[in-house]
């Protein structure tokens, strides 16, 4: 079983959100593969962002690129068919935040979206036992949800290779994606452990001088210099 190739998606949450179709523009014109859209309801999470109507604004404003739509949202089912319509790829959720995780993931599915599922630090991962076959992206959180900023926790790597053996077992083609103090200086270490889809926030878009406009292309450059280097 080949991997997915590596995909590095840019988290939105450290964008300047008064200039966002530009920031997003810019992103991708740096190289990142995805945007990372999370969405939080000051409920499941102690924050609250942005939502579908935003995700709709950036298909308009011309974004192409597949959007990856976090969910940390409580309840979850009502909003699923709002993102879809708006244009999101990947719908994924926290099994926590849903009553009926079979349910939503075929819910997602239905609606012409990718499905995942979002397993917090915390969080055992059995709940993939019964679902796998309903599963396109797993991601792991390697911070607690809620915020921008904060340090990878190292445990994330243990669960990571526990998760690339139950991809690799299932034979089905899985996004392994990791969220939460993604760096250059970690990169490599998180794909050795068997991601394959990135996600970074301050790191890329607390890296940048504000008039350049490729200013996001070094640290980018820089994230794809060290997954050349991983060895597994
Ligand atoms: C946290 C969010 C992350 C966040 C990551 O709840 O899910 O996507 O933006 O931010 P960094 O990359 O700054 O840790
Ligand atoms: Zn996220």
Do not use: W
Not at 142 to 160: C, E, R, Y
């Amino acid at each position: 079983m080949t991997r997915q190739t590596d995909a590095i998606s840019a988290s939105i949450l450290s964008a300047n959100f008064a200039r966002l179709g530009e920031e997003v523009d810019h992103v991708l014109a740096s190289g990142a593969d995805f945007v990372h859209f999370d969405v939080m309801d000051n409920h499941y999470v102690p924050n609250l962002t942005i939502g579908p109507m935003v995700c709709e604004a950036l298909r308009k404003h011309g974004v192409t690129a597949p959007i990856d739509v976090h969910l940390m949202v409580k309840p979850v089912d009502r909003i699923v068919p709002d993102f879809a319509q708006a244009g999101a790829t990947y719908i994924t959720f926290h099994p926590e935040a849903s009553e009926h995780v079979d349910r939503t993931l075929q819910l997602i599915k239905n609606e012409g979206c990718k499905a995942g599922l979002v397993f917090n630090p915390a969080t055992p991962l059995s709940i993939l036992e019964y679902v796998i076959d309903k599963v396109d992206m797993i991601l792991l959180m390697s911070v607690n949800p809620g915020f921008g900023g904060q340090s990878f926790i190292p445990t994330a790597l243990t669960k990571l290779r526990q998760v690339r053996q139950i991809i690799d077992a299932s034979g089905r083609e899985i996004r392994l994606e990791v969220d939460g103090g993604v760096k250059a200086s970690n990169i490599r270490e998180i794909k050795e452990a068997g991601a394959d889809t990135f996600v970074a926030g301050s790191a890329i878009f607390g890296a940048a001088n504000a008039n350049d406009p490729q200013r996001y292309n070094t640290i980018v450059q820089q994230f794809r210099a060290q997954l050349a280097e991983a060895r597994f």
